[in-house]
């Protein structure tokens, strides 16, 4: 009589793992993750522009400060839920997959697309279409009209338009959060399947620092192939005024405005910084993540089991 399969294990989510999670998305989102979240949406944005253009546009909005609009409060709220959302999405995702008979690799894919999901419409839509508001809305300065401040932006649109207002293309949102890590799981694996090869390391044993940057950079690098859900999303939580815009903006609508405006080089406006985004969280999760790790666990006492 065959052997019954091994019984599907829970993974615990501990708060020394979302402590850690949160300590490194925010260290990364204030250093160098917003002036790029920043160039990478005025692009989207403004698709005449190159990259040497968006950076001249963001220094003329205010400076080195230019570059860190949206970061206080929108990008920090982000950046300190979103790790929690998506490990305990993920944990239950992954392990109702696995219960179902799903492998290692499926079910981790499963995990990532779920907690994608989960982050979209928790707390990254309304994060994400405020950020670009605060960015999109200096437009209104040209014209020499001064731009209103955070909160009554966001109490502007709150009374116009309500919840649906402030989570304005959180369905853009979703679909980018879902392929990304679907796509990330999947071409991080496949990169450090081949750097084992090279390498001569078996499975199972520990990647070097430098081979893991490697793998997730090449992996977070390659899944920015869906640009143009994120130039969709920025186009619908953008405050530019076109007459020619679509008066409901949907993710099928938006998609022919854009591609009708500026064909399907338009649609990869702001690839140069989304990638370099992604080497940088990289950086961040890898590089600094034993370091925090250890400094995560001193502070709690607890061991930290995520990984990094």
């Not at 599907?8 to 160098?32: D, H, I, Q, R």
């Amino acid at each position: 009589m065959a052997a019954a399969p091994p019984l599907a294990e829970k993974k615990p989510v501990k708060f020394s793992n979302l402590l850690l999670g949160a300590g490194l998305n925010m260290f990364e989102v204030t250093t160098l993750g917003q002036p790029l979240e920043v160039v990478k949406t005025t692009m989207a944005a403004n698709r005449g522009d190159n990259f040497a253009g968006a950076l001249s546009r963001v220094w003329g909005r205010g400076g080195v400060l230019g570059f860190y609009q949206g970061l206080i409060p929108w990008a920090w709220i982000e950046a300190s839920t979103k790790g929690a959302v998506l490990l305990f999405v993920a944990s239950e995702a992954e392990y109702y997959a696995k219960s179902f008979g799903a492998s290692d690799f499926v079910g981790g894919i499963s995990g990532g697309m779920a907690g994608g999901l989960a982050q979209a419409y928790a707390t990254m839509g309304f994060c994400t279409c405020m950020k670009t508001v605060e960015i999109t809305k200096h437009k209104i300065a040209s014209k020499g009209v001064k731009p209103p401040g955070t909160f009554e932006t966001f109490m502007d649109i709150w009374r116009k338009e309500g919840i649906r207002g402030i989570n304005k293309g959180v369905n853009a949102v979703a679909i980018r959060q879902t392929t990304n890590w679907g796509s990330r799981f999947g071409l991080s694996r496949l990169t450090e399947q081949g750097i084992r090869k090279v390498t001569g390391k078996e499975e199972g044993q520990k990647l070097g620092s430098f081979e893991k940057i490697l793998s997730s950079g090449l992996g977070g690098g390659l899944s920015a192939w869906n640009q143009p859900i994120e130039v969709i999303r920025v186009e619908m939580q953008s405050k530019t005024e076109d007459p020619n815009r679509p008066k409901k903006m949907t993710v099928g609508s938006t998609l022919k405005y854009i591609y009708g405006q500026n064909g399907m080089k338009g649609l990869y406006r702001g690839l140069t910084p989304r990638i370099g985004l992604g080497v940088w969280q990289t950086i961040c999760m890898v590089a600094l993540g034993d370091i925090a790790k250890e400094a995560v666990e001193k502070l709690t006492g607890d061991q930290v089991t995520a990984k990094h």
